[in-house]
Nanobody, 115 residues
Framework: QVRLVESGGGLVQAGGSLRLSCVVS????????MAWYRQAPGKQRDLVAS???????NYIDSVKGRFTISRDNAKNTMYLQMNSLKPEDTAVYYC?????????WGQGTQVTVSS
C-alpha cells in the first residue's frame, strides 16, 4: 500500500510563505502525475498544481506566480512552495499521486493565512 505523508502546513500572516512537503513510501521516478489539491471548509477539493514525470508543471490561475510545485525523485518527495499567501489560500492541502489506475492521497496538512 502506497503511503503519502504531508508536512509543512501552519499559520502564517498574509504575504508570508510556507513550503509543503509530501513524502511517498515508494519510488516516484516513474510517476507521470503528482499533484497538490486543497479543500476549504464547506467547499469541494480542488486541484492546485500538478507536475509530470518530465517536470512540466501546471497551476490554477489564482496561484500562478505565487506557488511552485517541484519534485525530488531521489528523495521520493514532492514540494509546494507557497509565497505571497492570501487569506483565500486557507485550506487543507492534500498531495496525490496516480499509479496505474489508482489514485492515492495523503492525510492533508492545514494551511491558515491570517489577514
Amino acid at each position: 500500500q502506497v503511503r503519502l505523508v504531508e508536512s509543512g502546513g501552519g499559520l502564517v500572516q498574509a504575504g508570508g510563505s510556507l513550503r509543503l512537503s509530501c513524502v511517498v513510501s515508494e519510488s516516484i521516478g516513474s510517476l507521470n502525475f503528482m499533484a497538490w489539491y486543497r479543500q476549504a471548509p464547506g467547499k469541494q477539493r480542488d486541484l492546485v498544481a500538478s507536475i509530470s514525470r518530465e517536470g512540466q508543471s501546471n497551476y490554477i490561475d489564482s496561484v500562478k506566480g505565487r506557488f511552485t510545485i517541484s519534485r525530488d525523485n531521489a528523495k521520493n518527495t514532492m514540494y509546494l512552495q507557497m509565497n505571497s499567501l492570501k487569506p483565500e489560500d486557507t485550506a487543507v492541502y492534500y498531495c496525490s499521486i496516480r499509479r496505474g489506475i489508482r489514485t492515492y492521497w495523503g492525510q492533508g496538512t492545514q494551511v491558515t493565512v491570517s489577514s
